[in-house]
C-alpha cells in the first residue's frame, strides 16, 4: 500500500538517476564539469539527496583521467553531507559500509576547498574466510564507489588479496540475473587489474554481456563505464564502445594513488 513517502521517495530516486547520468556524460566526453545544479537558485533536496548517494562517484570523470576533484561537485557533496547525514545503520556490517563510503567522500573532498578534516578509517571488513565469499562479495558490492583512481587503503588490500572471491562473485551474480551487483564486483576487478593484479576471470566478455543485459539503470551504466576506463588503463573517457582491451596490467596506469596504502565510501 503506497503511503506519503512513497512520492517522495520515488523523486529521489529519479534525482539520483539523472545525477548519475549527466556523470555518466561527462566521463564520455572525456572528463570536465558535469552541471548539476543552477549556481544562482537554491538546491533541490532531491537534487542534495542524488549527491550524497552518488558520493564519491561524482568525482570519476575527473580522477579516471588524472585531474582533480571537480569544485563545483565538491560544494554540492559537502552541501549534501551537511543536508543528510550518514544514516542510522542497522547492523554492525552496514556501519562499516556506510563509513567507509563517507571515508571515500571526505577523503576527495578534503583534496578540494570544500573538505573538512578526514577521520581515520573505519575497521577493515571481516574476510571471505571468516563470514564466506558470498556475504564478503555482496559487501565489497556495495563499496564499488571505492574503487577509483588515488583512493587505496585496507578495502583495496582485500581486492588485491581476494580477487579469486570477487570473480567468485561476479558469476554468481551473473548466474542469478543480478546484474546490478555484478557490474560492481566487475568494477572492483577492473580496479585490481588496473593495478596489476592477475585475474581468474576473463573480464572483458563479462562486461559485455552486463552491457546488453543489464538493469537499464543510469547508475548501473556509471559503474559500467568506469569499470571499462579501469581495463583502458585510465587513458580514455571509459566509453564501452572505444574499448581497446587493454588492461594496463604493468600497472604504471593503476588506480593506486598519492594516498598510500593506510587510508581508505556507499
Same mark, same amino acid.
Given at each position: 500500500m503506497p503511503t506519503a513517502e512513497t512520492?517522495? %521517495?520515488?523523486?529521489?530516486?529519479? =534525482?539520483?538517476? %539523472?545525477?548519475?547520468?549527466?556523470?555518466l556524460a561527462v566521463l564520455r566526453d572525456g572528463g570536465g564539469t558535469a552541471a548539476l545544479a543552477d549556481p544562482d537558485s537554491l538546491v533541490p533536496r532531491p537534487l542534495l539527496a542524488a549527491v550524497r548517494v552518488l558520493g564519491?562517484?561524482?568525482?570519476? @570523470?575527473?580522477?579516471?583521467? !588524472? =585531474?582533480? @576533484?571537480?569544485? $563545483?561537485?565538491?560544494a554540492l557533496l559537502s552541501e549534501a553531507r551537511v543536508a543528510f547525514p550518514a544514516p542510522a545503520p542497522s547492523s554492525a556490517e552496514a556501519a562499516l559500509v556506510i563509513g567507509w563510503q563517507d571515508w571515500a567522500? !571526505? %577523503? &576527495?573532498?578534503a583534496r578540494t576547498p570544500y573538505g573538512a578534516d578526514v577521520t581515520p578509517p573505519p575497521a577493515p571488513l571481516s574476510d571471505p574466510e571468516t563470514v564466506g565469499w558470498q556475504a564478503?562479495?555482496?559487501?565489497?558490492?556495495?563499496?564499488?564507489?571505492?574503487?577509483?583512481?588515488?583512493?587505496? #587503503? @585496507?578495502?583495496?588490500?582485500?581486492?588485491?588479496?581476494?580477487? &579469486?572471491?570477487?570473480?567468485?562473485?561476479?558469476?554468481r551474480?551473473? &548466474?542469478?540475473?543480478?546484474? $546490478?551487483?555484478?557490474?560492481? &564486483?566487475?568494477?572492483?576487478? =577492473?580496479w585490481a587489474r588496473a593495478d596489476g593484479r592477475p585475474l581468474r576471470l576473463e573480464l572483458e566478455p563479462v562486461l559485455d554481456r552486463i552491457r546488453f543485459s543489464g538493469d537499464g539503470t543510469a547508475r548501473s551504466a556509471l559503474e559500467l563505464a568506469i569499470a571499462q576506463s579501469l581495463l583502458? #588503463?585510465?587513458?580514455?573517457?571509459?566509453?564501452?564502445?572505444?574499448?581497446?582491451?587493454?588492461? #594496463?596490467?604493468? #600497472?604504471?596506469?593503476?588506480?593506486? +594513488?598519492? $594516498?598510500?596504502?593506510? +587510508?581508505?565510501?556507499?
Open positions: 512520492p517522495l %521517495r520515488d523523486e529521489f530516486a529519479a =534525482a539520483v538517476e %539523472r545525477v548519475a547520468d549527466r556523470t564519491a562517484d561524482l568525482f570519476a @570523470p575527473q580522477l579516471l583521467t !588524472g =585531474a582533480e @576533484p571537480d569544485g $563545483t561537485a565538491a567522500a !571526505g %577523503r &576527495l573532498l564478503w562479495s555482496k559487501r565489497m558490492a556495495q563499496l564499488s564507489s571505492l574503487a577509483l583512481p588515488t583512493l587505496d #587503503g @585496507p578495502i583495496h588490500d582485500a581486492a588485491r588479496t581476494h580477487t &579469486l572471491d570477487l570473480a567468485r562473485g561476479t558469476v551474480c551473473m &548466474l542469478r540475473r543480478d546484474p $546490478t551487483t555484478a557490474v560492481r &564486483l566487475a568494477r572492483w576487478l =577492473a583502458n #588503463g585510465l587513458s580514455g573517457p571509459g566509453d564501452p564502445d572505444d574499448s581497446d582491451g587493454s588492461d #594496463g596490467s604493468d #600497472g604504471s596506469n593503476g588506480p593506486t +594513488g598519492s $594516498t598510500g596504502s593506510n +587510508g581508505a565510501t556507499r
